[in-house]
């Protein structure tokens, strides 16, 4: 005997077993779905989001959707920025340390090592916080004012003392840095200052 596939089928097709309570493999039966019904939990629409920017269609403006996000990398920070930040952080804090450190052993028994000392700590501070307005885009002239004056200082121990052990290298590496076009770029494109 030969079967059609035209032929209408001799067996109605069974229905699914029920599923066994708690079994994690159950897939729900044919136009069913597992769950409490989520009518209830839908809002009412109140108007646009107040939070968003629209385009003039009416679509959200929104970077996670990424035919309205910006251009890629119009507002990546540059990696000499993040490093200029860094070395400010590094040469901040481990200064800062250091000289309280020495402050505390009590080397410093002339005035005049104490107020060198003073204004240590004090770029320090600064150095840190002009790291934390180059990472945010705010301003690289902190930075920049502030390398220039180090290496200005360090110019004037090494005539003074003739000890060749300033830390020189940070603060013309960190001026190099936020020198370079693309960092000023940056910093402009953010609506920060820079030189």
Same mark, same amino acid.
């Given at each position: 005997?030969?079967h059609?596939?035209?032929?209408p *089928? &001799? $067996?109605?097709?069974? #229905?699914v077993p029920?599923?066994?309570?708690?079994d994690p493999f159950?897939? !729900?039966?044919?136009g069913q779905?597992y769950g409490?019904?989520?009518?209830h939990l839908?809002?009412?629409?109140?108007?646009?989001?107040?939070?968003?920017?629209y385009d003039?269609y009416g679509?959200?403006?929104n970077p996670? *959707? &990424? $035919?309205?996000a910006a #251009?890629s990398g119009?507002?990546?920070?540059p990696g000499i920025?993040?490093? !200029?930040?860094?070395?400010a952080?590094i040469?901040?804090?481990?200064g800062?340390?250091?000289l309280i450190?020495?402050?505390a052993l009590g080397?410093?028994d002339?005035p005049?090592l104490?107020?060198?000392?003073?204004v240590?700590?004090l770029f320090?501070g600064i150095?840190?916080w002009?790291?934390?307005a180059a990472l945010?885009?705010r301003?690289?002239?902190?930075?920049?004012?502030?390398?220039?004056a180090?290496?200005?200082?360090?110019?004037?121990?090494l005539?003074?003392t003739?000890?060749?052990?300033?830390?020189?290298?940070?603060?013309?590496l960190i001026?190099?840095?936020?020198?370079q076009?693309?960092?000023?770029?940056w910093?402009?494109l953010r609506?920060?200052r820079?030189?």
């Amino acid at each position: 005997m030969s079967h059609s596939p035209w032929a209408p *089928d &001799p $067996a109605p097709h069974t #229905p699914v077993p029920p599923v066994a309570p708690g079994d994690p493999f159950a897939v !729900a039966p044919q136009g069913q779905w597992y769950g409490p019904d989520a009518r209830h939990l839908q809002r009412p629409f109140t108007g646009p989001d107040p939070y968003l920017d629209y385009d003039r269609y009416g679509r959200p403006l929104n970077p996670i *959707d &990424p $035919a309205h996000a910006a #251009p890629s990398g119009t507002w990546q920070r540059p990696g000499i920025v993040t490093a !200029a930040a860094v070395l400010a952080f590094i040469a901040g804090g481990l200064g800062s340390l250091g000289l309280i450190a020495l402050m505390a052993l009590g080397e410093f028994d002339t005035p005049f090592l104490t107020y060198l000392a003073v204004v240590g700590l004090l770029f320090g501070g600064i150095f840190v916080w002009g790291g934390v307005a180059a990472l945010t885009g705010r301003s690289s002239r902190i930075l920049v004012v502030l390398a220039i004056a180090d290496v200005v200082l360090e110019i004037v121990l090494l005539v003074l003392t003739r000890d060749p052990s300033g830390g020189l290298l940070f603060p013309i590496l960190i001026w190099v840095f936020l020198m370079q076009r693309r960092s000023r770029d940056w910093f402009r494109l953010r609506g920060g200052r820079t030189f």
